[in-house]
């Protein structure tokens, strides 16, 4: 009998990186010490214990430490289905160690592009020459046949208008996921530059529905947004992460500073919520809100009520309550754990 739902384990292996993301929610952490090796193989055999089907290994950047390559294999021989790893892509221009780290039976990655140019790439992860080498790490893999390449990028101020540019990329490169995810200033790099970083949603949410469709009609059919509140995405909705996630996974994150067994609930408890204004939403079931700090600094006014009769046909589904936990059958009947694999491509806010 098939399971209700697919349970995902976020494996932390820790919080430094080869960027320094002026938006990353980590940015506070990156001091904290690496997990050991031992701890780390500990944690994938407890893993396979609780039933993970999924495995996604994060930093931080995981990929560049010296055991990356035994963490993925280990979690392979014993077992686990899906094993992805979340990448800035950098060292992976070393077609070498793309080789190897395929041979360690990596099944998925995800590469993190911020910008459709240099300029904004760079400068969003502080980091010169980081956007080149993401792209030679991504043909690298391309080159070597492997498929299951995604993305992700975090909508900000300084790339929002290059959305439908990035999307091109993706479109170019064939990724069958990609999420496009509004940024969590809830703590870290934008919790500290709010104004610099944090866009009003009305105004990057245009660019969004645009890089979305831009998928569409490439046949790319699995792109998502994350993190925005629905009324913005109305004849979008689905291609909404929380809605998909909710219907497809359980979702545990373990980290050295934290755990968390309901990160997917969690997140609509603790970092975002629904104001006045949302009374009377017809998506106030399955909507989350936004960013509670978002609220503090922009104000509700760029929320509205969607009345029913504005909506579409929706998927069959999107109508389960955020608050309600762990509960319906309601899988997608058709799709691989590849295509399912949007839940979070990256861990802003959970």
């Known amino acids: 009998m098939e399971k ?37 193989l500990r944690e994938i055999y407890s893993a396979k214990a609780a039933g993970a089907d999924i495995l996604e290994i994060i930093g931080g950047e995981s990929t560049m430490r010296r055991d990356f390559r035994v963490l993925v294999r280990t979690a392979k021989k014993i077992g686990i289905e899906e094993v992805i790893c979340a990448t800035n892509g950098r060292i992976f221009a070393d077609s070498e160690y793309v080789r190897q780290v395929m041979e360690a039976g990596l099944d998925s990655i995800i590469f993190s592009l911020h910008g459709a140019d240099a300029e904004v790439h760079d400068f969003l992860t502080d980091s010169p020459g980081s956007f080149n080498e993401l792209l030679h790490g991504v043909e690298n893999f391309l ?14 101020r300084q790339n929002y208008r290059q959305l439908p540019e990035i999307a091109e990329m993706y479109a170019k490169w064939r990724f069958t996921n990609v999420e496009f995810i509004f940024v969590d200033p809830t703590y870290g790099g934008a919790y500290n530059n709010f104004e610099e970083l944090v866009p009003h949603i009305s105004e990057a949410a245009p660019f969004m529905r645009m890089a979305l469709d831009t998928g569409t009609a490439a046949g790319l059919t699995q792109w998502k947004v994350r993190y925005v509140p629905l009324c913005h995405f109305t004849d979008h909705l689905d291609h909404i ?12 994150h373990w980290a050295q500073d934290f755990y968390n067994d309901d990160s997917i609930g969690s997140r609509a408890e603790v970092s975002r919520r629904k104001t006045a204004k949302c009374t009377g939403c017809s998506l106030a079931g399955v909507c989350e809100g936004i960013w509670k700090v978002y609220l503090d600094h922009y104000g ?6 969607v009345p029913a009769a504005d909506l579409p046909a929706v998927l069959p589904g999107a109508m389960e309550n955020p608050e309600k936990k762990r509960s319906g059958n309601d899988l997608m009947e058709s799709g691989s754990i590849l295509n399912k694999n949007t839940e979070t ?3 802003a806010g959970e």
Do not use: Q, W
Not at 241 to 252: K, P
Not at 300 to 305: G, K, Q, V, W
């Open 4 to 40: 209700e739902k697919l349970k995902k384990i976020v494996l932390f292996t820790g919080y430094a990186c080869s960027n320094r993301c002026r938006f990353c929610i980590d940015a506070d952490k990156r001091a904290m010490p690496e997990r050991g090796t031992g701890e780390l």
């Open 345 to 347: 491509m990256g861990h």
């Open 143 to 156: 080159s070597a046949g492997f498929r299951r390449i995604y993305g992700n990028t975090t909508v900000v």
């Open 300 to 305: 509700e006014e760029e929320l509205r009520p």
């Open 241 to 252: 992460s929380e809605i998909n996630e909710r219907r497809l996974y359980i979702s545990e």
